[in-house]
T-cell receptor
Framework: RKEVEQDPGPFNVPEGATVAFNCTYS??????FFWYRHDCRKEPKLLMS???SGNEDGRFTAQLNRASQYISLLIRDSKLSDSATYLC???????????FGAGTTVTVRA | SAVISQKPSRDICQRGTSLTIQCQVD?????MFWYRQQPGQSLTLIAT?????????ESGFVIDKFPISRPNLTFSTLTVSNMSPEDSSIYLC?????????????FGPGTRLTVL
C-alpha cells in the first residue's frame, strides 16, 4: 500500500466554483502534513501546511482528520490560475523526509 | 526562501552511460535531499545528502547506482550511473530552511532525464 494516496482527478470546474479533494495516508504515526502545488515543468512549491485544527489561507482551506487518516483541500471561488496539480505531502518521522502523493489535477475553465 | 538551481535542466542519454546532476543553493543549508519523479508517479526520496559524510539512502536506492557528493553546505551532485531507460525521470534536489519552529522545504527546478 502506498504511503500517501490521492484521487488523481482531473477535476474540471468552472471559474468561481468550489472544488475539494482528499488524500489518505497509511502511517498513523505521521507527524506533519502539507499541500504542495506543482505546475507543469516547474518545481513543487508549498501551498500550505495542514494543522490538526484545520487552517485557512485565503480561498484555500485544509483539514486534517487523524482518526480517519485523511487530509483535505478545498478551494473556494476558483480562479483560472488555480489550475495545477496539488500534491499531498506527509512527513512521517518529523525528519524532513517527505512522502508524496501522486497529485490531484485541477483544471479551472473560463 | 531559498533559490536553487540545477544543471543540466534536461538531457538525453544513451543506456550504459552516466550523468551527473548539480544542485546549487544560494545559502548554506544543513539538510539537502534528492528526489526523483518517474513518469506518472509521485516524487520519491532517493537519499539525504550529508555534508562531509556519505549520503543516507532510502530503501531501493544504493550508492553504486546513485553516488552523491556534498562537498559544502551550498552544493551537491547526484550521479545516475550505468543508465537504463527505467532511469528516465525528473530528478529534483530540495533543501529545508529552518526558522525557529517553522520549516519549509524548497525544491530545485528539476533535471529531466531521458535514457534511450
Amino acid at each position: 500500500r502506498k504511503e500517501v494516496e490521492q484521487d488523481p482527478g482531473p477535476f474540471n470546474v468552472p471559474e468561481g466554483a468550489t472544488v475539494a479533494f482528499n488524500c489518505t495516508y497509511s502511517n498513523s504515526a505521521s507527524q506533519s502534513f502539507f499541500w504542495y502545488r506543482h505546475d507543469c515543468r516547474k518545481e513543487p512549491k508549498l501551498l500550505m501546511s495542514v494543522y490538526s485544527s484545520g487552517n485557512e489561507d485565503g480561498r484555500f482551506t485544509a483539514q486534517l482528520n487523524r482518526a480517519s487518516q485523511y487530509i483535505s483541500l478545498l478551494i473556494r471561488d476558483s480562479k483560472l490560475s488555480d489550475s495545477a496539480t496539488y500534491l499531498c505531502v506527509v512527513n512521517i518521522r518529523d525528519d524532513y523526509k517527505l512522502s508524496f502523493g501522486a497529485g490531484t489535477t485541477v483544471t479551472v475553465r473560463a | 526562501s531559498a533559490v536553487i538551481s540545477q544543471k543540466p535542466s534536461r538531457d538525453i542519454c544513451q543506456r550504459g552511460t552516466s550523468l551527473t546532476i548539480q544542485c546549487q543553493v544560494d545559502s548554506q543549508v544543513t539538510m539537502m535531499f534528492w528526489y526523483r519523479q518517474q513518469p506518472g508517479q509521485s516524487l520519491t526520496l532517493i537519499a539525504t545528502a550529508n555534508q562531509g559524510s556519505e549520503a543516507t539512502y532510502e530503501s531501493g536506492f544504493v550508492i553504486d547506482k546513485f553516488p552523491i557528493s556534498r562537498p559544502n553546505l551550498t552544493f551537491s551532485t547526484l550521479t545516475v550511473s550505468n543508465m537504463s531507460p527505467e532511469d528516465s525521470s525528473i530528478y529534483l534536489c530540495s533543501v529545508v530552511l529552518l526558522a525557529g519552529s517553522y520549516n519549509e522545504q524548497f525544491f530545485g527546478p528539476g533535471t529531466r532525464l531521458t535514457v534511450l
